[in-house]
């Protein structure tokens, strides 16, 4: 089961999730998640998941050894050891009130303030948290066990408070008093939260909220992107499949193109035209981890021929690379031809494929009168990297070669479209991509071959470290080793008459 970023980290708060008929009084908040059917839930819940969210993760977990290794996810496991010794509770203790309906609002990341509600039939409760002070709020009687960061408690070594009230058949748990009364009060008003769409665990995201939060920002990357306002989520099974659905608003961009990569390792389109060049020439042209914004080294004055005993002779010195400490003087060269070529000539959209040997391959619309600036500009950077290269035609493609007849760079052109790959043999079968309708970009991945090239991942992103997260080694590969039996995503968005949706495919065996 794969839980959205936002959603795995209301989960962690407090694990377990549902729904009552009218909704849990969940105040707004920028991330808000219930469950319809607790135990359709339970049902769904296996593996490494369960194992997270009853207490008991394997050591080793990859997911859990990569949220260690972030910022909030080392701050998060230390907090919630500190709350467990007023609230020992797992998703087993949350089985243990038969809910008929949870919910669970987190309302500010930085002071781990969360609010989690549940529905239960029990008059008296199997367990419940330990007794505080006795408070009131609205007529309703609660406890306060210890304040959170969000009430103002001086205690820095704790951020995470504890407070619980019952109101009828509602038990309300928050992490600090401010969130408690929150809630209380959308309970006293009437109000719930309903499940924005139907499925074993529903979601909103506030994304307007969470790209302010330089937590969200930081750790979950959210890009820019053209959403805008509240995304609704939720997964369901169908079919047999886990099927994750999104639906929101802010999509202007225009339909997107489709094209067969049937043994592609990971294939797709995307509709921002903007990322098209970090992916050029990360993928194609300068297939190195980080590849420099400023990768021309300046001129250096030649050492004077009378010799000078505090010279330094040597121009270069081999067994040292060369120094960025000055970077300001080192030059972007043709960089800056690139910028402006993707200044006149915008594009819309792109598609990529990357095969199970790992050559990938880009394709995007591209004027014919065009092409010998685009082939002009690849053979300036491959000459940058390599020195003195060549272009001829091989077959249907003009591929940049360097050295003894080493590919480099290929290009070609299928109708309005160009491909451009690492060699022309990779270029073979090319054929341009079709319109399609209403779908504004999609992607596919063979989960099988991607986990194989973890070796690869971990040698270019290098080691492990505390001070920071591997993009693909930790998250991606991480979040893999929690679905083993998910041999396959598929991922598609279509425009709708407001908004879009999009719907993920978990595929098995």
Not at 73 to 93: C, I, R, V
Not at 130 to 150: I, L
Not at 156 to 180: H, I, K, Y
Request: proline fraction near 9%.
């Amino acid at each position: 089961m794969r839980i959205p970023a936002a959603g795995a980290l209301v989960l962690a708060l407090a694990p377990g999730a549902a729904l009552a008929a009218s909704g849990p009084p969940l105040p707004p908040a920028p991330v808000r998640v219930v469950i319809e059917d607790p135990a359709a839930f339970d049902a769904a819940l296996t593996g490494a998941f369960r194992r997270a969210l009853t207490g008991a993760p394997q050591e080793g977990d990859p997911v859990v050894a990569a949220w260690r290794r972030t910022r909030v996810g080392s701050k998060l496991e230390e907090q919630w050891a500190k709350l467990s010794d007023d609230l020992p509770w797992t998703w087993d203790s949350i089985r243990r009130l038969k809910p008929r309906s949870v919910g669970i609002a987190l309302l500010e990341v930085g002071h781990l303030e969360a609010v989690l509600a549940v529905d239960t039939p029990l008059a008296r409760l199997p367990i419940t948290p330990r007794a505080g002070e006795p408070a009131t709020h609205a007529g309703v009687s609660y406890q306060v066990v210890a304040k959170g960061a969000a009430d103002g408690s001086e205690d820095s070594d704790r951020r995470m408070g504890l407070a619980w009230a019952r109101m009828g058949s509602l038990l309300l748990v928050a992490t600090s008093e401010r969130g408690l009364r929150l809630a209380i009060d959308e309970a006293q008003a009437g109000r719930g939260f309903e499940a924005p769409l139907p499925g074993l665990v529903s979601l909103e995201l506030d994304l307007d909220a969470l790209r302010k939060d330089r937590y969200f920002r930081r750790e979950f990357l959210f890009g820019a992107g053209p959403e805008e306002g509240k995304v609704k989520a939720a997964l369901r099974v169908e079919g047999g499949r886990l099927v994750e659905v999104r639906e929101g608003s802010g999509e202007t961009r225009g339909p997107g193109m489709v094209f067969d990569a049937p043994d592609a390792a990971a294939s797709g389109w995307e509709a921002d035209g903007g990322a098209l060049w970090p992916a050029l020439r990360a993928a194609v042209l300068e297939p190195i981890p980080v590849p420099a914004e400023r990768p021309v080294p300046p001129l250096s004055a030649l050492p004077a021929a009378a010799p000078q005993a505090a010279q330094d002779r040597y121009l270069v010195n081999l067994e040292r690379p060369l120094a960025r400490a000055e970077s300001a003087a080192w030059e972007e060269g043709e960089l800056a031809r690139w910028r402006g070529l993707w200044s006149d000539t915008p594009v819309t959209g792109w598609g990529y494929a990357v095969e199970r040997d790992g050559a990938r391959r880009i394709v995007f619309p591209w004027p014919p009168e065009r092409d010998k600036e685009l082939i002009d500009l690849c053979r300036a950077t491959v000459e940058r990297r390599a020195g003195r290269a060549t272009v001829g035609a091989v077959n249907e493609a003009r591929q940049i070669s360097v050295g003894p007849d080493l590919p480099a760079v290929a290009v070609r052109r299928t109708g309005a479209y160009v491909w451009l790959a690492a060699s022309a043999r990779h270029l073979e079968g090319a054929v341009a991509p079709r319109p399609s309708p209403d779908v504004v970009r999609w992607a596919r991945a063979d989960l099988i071959a991607l986990r194989g090239e973890a070796p690869r991942w971990e040698k270019a992103e290098g080691p492990a470290a505390p001070e920071q997260t591997r993009p693909l080694s930790d998250r991606i590969l991480g979040l893999l080793g929690w679905i083993p039996e998910t041999t396959s995503l598929t991922v598609e968005r279509r425009r709708t008459g407001d908004g879009w949706s999009e719907t993920l495919v978990f595929g098995g065996r």
